[in-house]
Each structure stands twice: as C-alpha cells, then as structure tokens.
C-alpha cells in the first residue's frame, strides 16, 4: 500500500498563488505517474495535471500557462504551483500516483474568493 498525504490547500484571493503539496510513503518501489486531480461541488473529479517519472508533464486546458506540477522522485513528491488563480478553481484537490495500483490521496481545499 501507497499512502498519500496532501497540504497546502486554502483560501486565496483570484489572482493570488498557492503551491500544493503531496507526500508518498508507504511500500514504495517505483511510482510511475504522478497526478494532481481537482473535483468541485457538482462535479466530476477531473485531471489537472500529471508527470511521468521522466519529468513529462501534461495539463487540462484550463490551467495551462497558470499551473505547474513538479516532482521529487527521491523524496517521492509531487508538488503543484498554482498561479493567477480564479474562482473556478475552487475545488478539492487530490493527489493521485501510480505504481502496482491507482493511489489517491485523502484531498486539500483550495477555496478561490472573487
């Protein structure tokens, strides 16, 4: 089992930043995948963005050009800068990894003010 852990997560301002963090521990051999996924009130959990091992990244249209998701892989991290943030980004985020099985993390508020 992969346990993840999330911080970071609060009230910000639209136009202010925030820098999401998520720790891995547990029986940990290789993650592959890394992956910030974001779900609001009425929605459906969607991807934000993910990283391989190699340090390929991709991220959902929305965030392009705002957000930007890093790793640690020898402290098993994943980190998710969040810049120029809006309102619709208010959301429960959650950290996801991939090794022998699909982890996820318990989630952290991000709460955008207009």
């Known amino acids: 089992q992969v346990q993840l852990v999330e911080s970071g997560g609060g009230l910000v301002q639209a136009g202010g930043s925030l820098t999401l963090s998520c720790a891995a521990s547990?029986?940990?051999?290789?993650?592959?995948?890394m992956a910030w996924y974001r779900q609001a009130p009425g929605k459906q959990r969607e991807l934000v963005a993910d990283?391989?091992?190699?340090?390929?990244?991709r991220y959902a249209d929305s965030v392009k050009g705002r957000f930007t998701v890093s790793r640690d892989n020898a402290k098993n991290m994943v980190y998710l800068q969040m810049n120029s943030l809006k309102p619709e980004d208010t959301a429960v985020y959650y950290c996801?990894?991939?090794?022998?099985?699909?982890?996820w993390g318990r989630g952290t508020q991000v709460t955008v003010s207009s």
């Open positions: 996801n990894a991939n090794q022998d099985d699909s982890y």
């Open positions: 547990g029986r940990i051999f290789m993650i592959n995948t």
């Open positions: 990283i391989t091992r190699g340090g390929r990244s």
